[in-house]
Nanobody, 118 residues
Framework: QVQLVESGGGLVQAGGSLRLSCAAS????????KAWFRQAPGKERELVAA???????TYYAASVKGRFTISRDNAKNWYLQMNSLKPEDTAVYYC????????????WGQGTQVTVSS
């Protein structure tokens, strides 16, 4: 059974940086797609960045492109480097994984709070 745990959230000033980490346990491997989502108060959950199944492909939401970078070092750890943070980036951030053949992300962490002060 796959379990995901996020870490690295906190309070930063606008223009600052944070690095979020996701640690996976269980039967996950490097072929699984990886992603980061976020949900701000009163807003719907949105996809922020993803590493799909295709090698060398990345996805970023338009609002974070050029500021955030998703990366991985193995099947059990992936990261979100967030630079030039803005107050509108304030949200709970979730890591997620999607196994091959799944129609949606089927494994989720419980979230880590990121707060950016103005």
């Amino acid at each position: 059974q796959v379990q995901l745990v996020e870490s690295g959230g906190g309070l930063v000033q606008a223009g600052g940086s944070l690095r979020l980490s996701c640690a996976a346990s269980g039967r996950t491997d490097s072929s699984d797609a990886k992603a980061w989502f976020r949900q701000a108060p009163g807003k719907e959950r949105e996809l922020v960045a993803a590493l799909p199944w295709s090698i060398g492909v990345t996805y970023y939401a338009a609002s974070v492109k050029g500021r955030f970078t998703i990366s991985r070092d193995n099947a059990k750890n992936w990261y979100l480097q967030m630079n030039s943070l803005k107050p509108e980036d304030t949200a709970v951030y979730y890591c997620a994984a999607q196994t091959i053949g799944a129609t949606k992300y089927d494994f989720w962490g419980q979230g880590t709070q990121v707060t950016v002060s103005s």
